[in-house]
């Protein structure tokens, strides 16, 4: 490795330290309260080591929403192989629920924190500019909506509805599981304390539900 590709590396190992502790410190105690100098002390720099890599706190949180999306497009990659549309759906929300599950932290800033969306609103200058990275995923579920269309599914309805009201629920199933309310609520009323049992069996009834709609 020649002297050029260690400073290269030198300088990925930093700004995936930045992440790391601003993910953990977002997380832990709010946006509000995780400033540029908690981060660095988290780390062992100083706040002047972490402007050489983001010009502000908000840069940090779109990153790490940006890092987030690349890591669920990969999981989601295998899905596009499956040719039968219904099938692919319920991988999509699989996936979805496993991607939830392993990086809790992640799906916490891409879709539970408004701070990543305010940074998008802020910094687009034109009104054709789009949210590139929820787009691509939210496209996928449409596609695979309509494909499901073309063979009987969801009959006379709008294709961005019904994979917003899929999204909708998922996430739903998600957030109440992150938060431990799902746990909660097992506990108390449904006489159940496992979240994994109660989140496959949601989510087993809902894909039931939505079978259904086939003509």
Known sequence: MNISDKKAKRKEDVRSLILNAAKKLFVEEGYQSASIRKIASEIGYSPTTIYLYYK???????????E??????????????????????????????KFAK?????YEVMFVMKE?????????????ECWEEGSQVFNLLVQT???CQAIGYFPETDSKQTALQAWSMVHGL????????????????????????????????YLGLMEKTKK
């Open 145 to 147: 909506v309509e494909d």
């Open 116 to 128: 990543p969306m305010e940074y998008l609103d802020a910094t687009n200058e034109t009104e054709t």
């Open 174 to 205: 998600c957030s109440l599981h992150i938060t431990t309310h799902l746990q909660k609520v097992g506990e108390e009323f449904l006489s159940e304390s496992s979240t994994e049992i109660l989140v496959e069996s949601t989510f087993s009834t």
């Open 102 to 106: 392993e990086y809790p932290d992640f």
């Open 68 to 97: 987030g999306f690349t890591i669920l497009r990969m999981m989601f990659s295998s899905s596009i192989f499956i040719e039968d549309p219904f099938e692919r759906l319920k991988v999509i929300g699989k996936i979805y629920l």
């Open 56 to 66: 502000d706190k908000s840069d940090i949180v779109y990153a790490l929403h940006k």
